[in-house]
T-cell receptor, first 119, second 113 residues
Framework: DAMVIQNPRYQVTQFGKPVTLSCSQT?????MYWYQQKSSQAPKLLFH???????NEADTPDNFQSRRPNTSFCFLDIRSPGLGDAAMYLC??????????????????FGPGTRLLVL | AQKITQTQPGMFVQEKEAVTLDCTYD???????LFWYKQPSSGEMIFLIY??????QNATEGRYSLNFQKARKSANLVISASQLGDSAMYFC??????????FGSGTQLTVLP
């Protein structure tokens, strides 16, 4: 089955120790997203790739970086995790990027998420 | 700015009964889409159903259907024959002029046996 895969499901890191979260997809979608979700909140978009074009949200801290080496894979790098970065990180994909038209091809499909704990 | 409002922080429903989760939106775009997602306690966001503003009929997908009232700017999710596995957080979302998916605050649904 086509899907979005995230590894690991749980990640424990130390304050200030770099960590990388990974996401892969078999949907062959053009767009890949990274969201941060804290307890009892809606997901917050960090950035997305439309093919190789990187789109950073204005309020995403510089501490968060991303790489997309090919269509299937996307990585989230947290250079110096702080206690406030403990959250669920969700990867998603869509065939087309969000637009004012909101077409069905913009439907985002999410992976199972990675729960990050910072000690 | 795009705004999605879900006014029910929590809802309870008896197993096998139907439940309606409310969603209203604020947009001036002539064409738009609305998405509903389910998020169980495991954390995965599961896409449920999509409604396009120009779709002639209300969307349905198995036990999920949308009560789409364009003039009232509402897109309420109806879950029929509730099951224990339906207990989860439900989010309504819309892309809109922000060019990113804007989520409502969510509704926590609990299905009672």
């Amino acid at each position: 089955d086509a899907m979005v895969i995230q590894n690991p499901r749980y990640q424990v890191t130390q304050f200030g120790k770099p960590v990388t979260l990974s996401c892969s997809q078999t949907l062959n979608h053009n767009v890949m997203y990274w969201y941060q979700q804290k307890s009892s909140q809606a997901p917050k978009l960090l950035f997305h790739y439309y093919d190789k074009d990187f789109n950073n949200e204005a309020d995403t801290p510089d501490n968060f970086q991303s790489r997309r080496p090919n269509t299937s894979f996307c990585f989230l790098d947290i250079r110096s995790p702080g206690l406030g970065d403990a959250a669920m990180y969700l990867c998603a994909t869509s065939r087309d990027p969000p637009s004012v038209y909101g077409t069905s091809s913009e439907t985002q499909y999410f992976g199972p998420g990675t729960r990050l704990l910072v000690l | 700015a795009q705004k999605i409002t879900q006014t029910q922080p929590g809802m309870f429903v008896q197993e096998k009964e139907a439940v309606t989760l409310d969603c209203t939106y604020d947009t001036s775009d002539p064409s738009y889409g609305l998405f509903w997602y389910k998020q169980p306690s495991s954390g995965e966001m599961i896409f449920l159903i999509y409604q396009g503003s120009y779709d002639q009929q209300n969307a349905t997908e198995g036990r999920y259907s949308l009560n789409f009232q364009k003039a009232r700017k509402s897109a309420n999710l109806v879950i029929s024959a509730s099951q224990l596995g339906d207990s989860a957080m439900y989010f309504c979302a819309n892309p809109g002029s922000a060019r990113q998916l804007t989520f409502g605050s969510g509704t926590q649904l609990t299905v009672l046996p």
